[in-house]
């Protein structure tokens, strides 16, 4: 067991490092033998040029600090306000009939449409762009917390009934642990959302951050830059997911995966 | 050790325009073991469900003293609590000492000792219809219903864990409602068996068993008995 243990983990490593590896020596070779124009992508020693720069003049630890405290904004209070929301939406059906509608109107609707409200009604920069992020991560993750309430299987509120868990004590201590395992889902992509929708908003709304640092790297034709932004936003990304990910080992979590 | 009764008088249920139970009448006295059989689809789990208060009767009296837990045929333990806290559920009262005296008690009474750390996911069926058992009578309630607890098992399990139910209310008496296909666990088990139609159903034959537990299946007394439903139930070898 401990050496497929081990097996196990080198290979999660190797994989992934094989793939990368690949895309890079393709990079690498395309640009070399000219299939690649530098008009059209940066050439690996670009990039690495591009990269320095940023990183002396710490212009890329100021954007990347501004994107991850909107996403961590934005995602804090979308998680806070969503999960509970979306527990009361499963649990009350008055206000499932009240606000579903209108939750369902806004997560049809891409967050982007709200740019111009976000800007005329708080201004170009973080308060915009939180919102933003909130508009599209607080539906979703009210709707999916709901649909995972609803799911829960019958007998647990019989059992609930029989063991005298009423009211608050039913939602902290059946509810809520027997939608966890579809929280972490959810939670894991609305994560993925807010970077979207950060990316986006910085664009478009934003004058600091990695969105802005491709908006005004476009602007200024610097292709290397763009690529240093888009590695930077993708590998943060997945940061992030890992961490989620690594809830799931929780053994108040880890029952949902091993049944 | 105050046991729940039950009284049943002209009860009726039914699902829209699907009639289930027609016309029930039924005393159970505290302390009582009754077993319910029935075809498949008579309304025995909606029987339980009425008398553990969760559905309302569509008319008829039905009176019930003392508090009822329902063992599940399947799945009826939170999978996100260890064996020591789905038993813990059973005693909301207790301080925490007691509590944790109360649950190694129990898992030493359902021969669980050394997976009081498990999540029933990682147990067996059969050990997870123990802990169910023992959840229930964990702290006490009066009257305590089987849906149908050892359906899912192997036979030889079925007749291990019929034995065990046997000593867990030989140390703590309960009023006890079972409902199960299992003529034989009916006859081995119960004080009293009732027979339901097909739906919609009503008590159409009732046999009261004298002989003193524990019983082995192979006794004539149970095996006369078995013989007696099974007639009832209109099967003739
Ligand atoms: N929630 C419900 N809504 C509508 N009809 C129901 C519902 N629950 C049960 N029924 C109907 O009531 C009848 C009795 O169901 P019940 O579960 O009580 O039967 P049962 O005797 O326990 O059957 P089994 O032995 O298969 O468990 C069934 O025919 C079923 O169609
Ligand atoms: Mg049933």
């Given at each position: 067991m401990d050496t497929k243990h081990i097996r196990n983990s080198i290979n999660s490593w190797l994989y992934p490092s094989l793939t990368f590896g690949t895309l890079l020596l393709i990079w690498w070779l395309a640009s070399a033998r000219g299939y690649l124009s530098e008009q059209f992508f940066p050439t690996p020693a670009a990039f690495v040029t591009g990269f320095r720069e940023e990183v002396a003049s710490g212009s890329i630890f100021r954007d990347t600090l501004a994107s991850l405290s909107r996403v961590g904004a934005g995602y804090a209070i979308s998680v806070a306000v969503g999960v509970p929301l979306g527990m009361i939406l499963g649990t009350v059906l008055g206000a499932r009939l009240a606000l579903l509608p209108l939750l369902n109107f806004l997560r049809s609707l891409?967050?982007?449409?709200?740019i111009p409200f976000a800007i005329f009604w708080i201004g170009i920069g973080h308060g915009a762009v939180i919102f933003l992020i909130v508009i599209a991560a607080l539906p979703t993750i009210a709707l999916s917390t709901m649909a995972a309430v609803a799911g829960i299987p019958k007998v647990y509120f019989r059992v609930a009934q029989d063991y005298d868990l009423k009211g608050l004590q039913r939602l902290t201590r059946v509810i809520f642990p027997a939608i966890l395992p579809q929280l972490v889902t959810t939670l894991r992509v609305a994560m993925g959302l807010c970077w979207l929708v950060m990316v986006a908003g910085e664009m478009l709304a934003g004058n600091t951050g990695l969105g802005y640092l491709i908006h005004d790297a476009n602007n200024g034709l610097r292709l290397d830059l763009i690529v240093v932004g888009m590695v930077v936003i993708g590998l943060l990304g997945m940061l992030c997911d890992r961490l989620l990910m690594f809830l799931t080992r929780l053994p108040g979590i880890r029952w949902g995966y091993d049944r | 050790m105050s046991t729940g009764s039950i009284r049943i008088k002209g009860l009726s249920h039914s699902y829209g325009a699907t009639a289930v139970l027609k016309d029930i009448h039924l005393d159970v006295s505290p302390g009582e073991f009754v077993a319910i059989v029935g075809p498949s689809g008579s309304g025995k789990s909606t029987l339980l469900s009425l008398l553990s208060g969760y559905l309302k009767p569509t008319s008829g009296v039905l009176e019930r003293t003392g508090t009822t837990r329902t063992v599940h045929q399947a799945d009826g333990l939170y999978p996100w609590l260890t064996v020591e806290g789905n038993l813990a559920l059973g005693l909301p009262k207790l301080d925490a000492a007691s509590k944790r005296r109360a649950v190694s008690d129990m898992v030493g009474r359902i021969g669980l000792a050394g997976f009081e750390k498990s999540f029933p996911h990682a147990l067996s069926g059969g050990m997870r219809q123990r802990v169910e058992i023992g959840r229930a009578l964990c702290g006490g309630t009066d009257v305590l219903m089987l849906d149908e607890p050892f359906s899912a098992l192997d036979y030889l399990t079925r007749l291990k864990m019929r034995g065990e139910l046997c000593r867990l209310l030989e140390d703590q008496p309960r009023t006890v409602i079972l409902v199960t296909h299992d003529i034989e666990e009916a006859t081995q088990l119960a004080d009293r068996v009732l027979v339901l139609s097909e739906r919609p159903a009503s008590i159409v034959y009732e046999l009261k068993i004298d002989v003193p537990r524990p019983r082995d299946v192979t006794a004539s007394g149970v095996v006369d008995a078995t013989k007696a439903v099974l007639k009832a139930m209109g099967y003739e070898p």
């Open positions: 891409s967050p982007l449409a709200w | -």
